[in-house]
């Protein structure tokens, strides 16, 4: 295993790093949305995020990227591989991070909620002091494990043509006839990966307001 190969895996992080980063950030922008469905008395909202949760948490990954990818050019939208995977990683953790954040919305004590009603604070004081550092606390954790799973989930999105960390391994393997090393390899740069992220979610969490030090 030389070096030269070894930099063509951490090159192909790269994009392991970036598909997974916006959309972990693209699913947690959707999971707000779909939790205050899940959390809303009207069954207008509530039951499509139900089957929106379902049909995505049901459904494996890597059949989820292979529909998206033959579904837009189908409807006309003629985008990348790399926009298909994004799409496709997006909506699958969106329903993911809804259910840990509706789980913390309702684990919000309702004295709390109560007692601000009665200090006088808007209901939009009360969801950005109250609901949501609360509810963002004790879902952190389940937030960070969520993103840990979409890095390494991210290695599926090779059958839709992106070359990241498993699809150069692969394509180095099947040229170098090395695959012990080659994997060996890309297996030390994901385990690289996701012990940066735990340690950065440990260390966030614990400056969390409330936070036990």
């Given at each position: ?28 922008i959707l999971a707000l949305g779909l ?6 008395a009207r069954k207008l909202y509530r ?152 340690m950065t979610g440990k260390y966030v ?9």
């Amino acid at each position: 295993m030389t070096f030269k190969l070894f930099n063509l895996l951490v090159q192909a992080s790269v994009w392991t790093i970036g598909i997974s980063a916006i959309s972990i950030a693209i699913g947690f922008i959707l999971a707000l949305g779909l939790s205050a469905a899940l959390l809303s008395a009207r069954k207008l909202y509530r039951r499509p995020a139900e089957f929106f949760i379902s049909f995505f948490r049901g459904v494996p990954l890597l059949v989820q990227l292979l529909l998206i990818y033959n579904l837009l050019p189908f409807i006309g939208l003629n985008v990348p591989s790399i926009v298909a995977a994004i799409v496709g990683m997006s909506l699958c953790t969106a329903a993911y991070q809804a259910e840990n954040l509706r789980g913390g919305f309702e684990s919000v004590p309702k004295g709390f909620i109560e007692a601000a009603d009665m200090a006088g604070l808007s209901p939009r004081q009360i969801f950005m002091r109250i609901k949501a550092p609360i509810a963002l606390r004790l879902t952190f954790p389940a937030l960070v494990n969520e993103a840990i799973m979409i890095l390494k989930s991210s290695s599926l999105v090779s059958v839709v043509g992106i070359v990241e960390i498993t699809r150069m391994a692969q394509d180095l393997a099947s040229s170098t006839y090395m695959p012990i090393e080659i994997f060996s390899s890309a297996a030390i740069i994901y385990l690289a990966i996701c012990s940066i992220v735990a340690m950065t979610g440990k260390y966030v969490e614990r400056s969390l307001p409330g936070a036990t030090k």
